[in-house]
């Protein structure tokens, strides 16, 4: 009995070990990847959002400032939050998104600061 916990015990940790090491490396390769780092356009040319990075992106609008939002995303979801000039506690959202290369629809249907109640298409410029 002695010798079969001898060689099943350390099994066990090893497995553990391999099981641990893997979800972290998927969780490090979902995100942040850049996937949206760049400059999107409308299609309709009304609406411009600059991701600077994986986590901070500007929209600058007709009153000539960039209007600073925070974000996170997984595989199908966005979520933003302002934190722009005009200093105003918003709660974040959370909007599905598809993208495909250089094209990008967020759906803000549910709505979110400072957009339109509809699906935005975007393309990276």
């Not at 105003?88 to 959202?93: A, D, F, H, K, T």
């Amino acid at each position: 009995m002695k010798k079969i916990l001898n060689y099943t015990l350390p099994g066990i940790l090893l497995l553990f070990l391999a099981v641990t090491l893997s979800c972290e490396k998927e969780n490090e390769k979902d995100y942040p990847d850049g996937r949206f780092i760049g400059t999107w356009a409308s299609l309709d040319q009304q609406d411009t959002l600059i991701f600077i990075s994986d986590d901070i992106l500007f929209r600058p609008l007709s009153d000539g400032l960039k209007h600073t939002y925070i974000y996170n995303y997984t595989n199908d979801s966005i979520t933003l939050q302002y934190k722009g000039p005009y200093m105003i506690l918003v709660e974040p959202s959370t909007h599905l998104y598809f993208l495909d290369g250089n094209n990008l629809e967020i759906d803000f249907i549910n709505g979110g600061y400072g957009f339109n109640r509809e699906l935005i298409s975007f393309k990276r410029e």
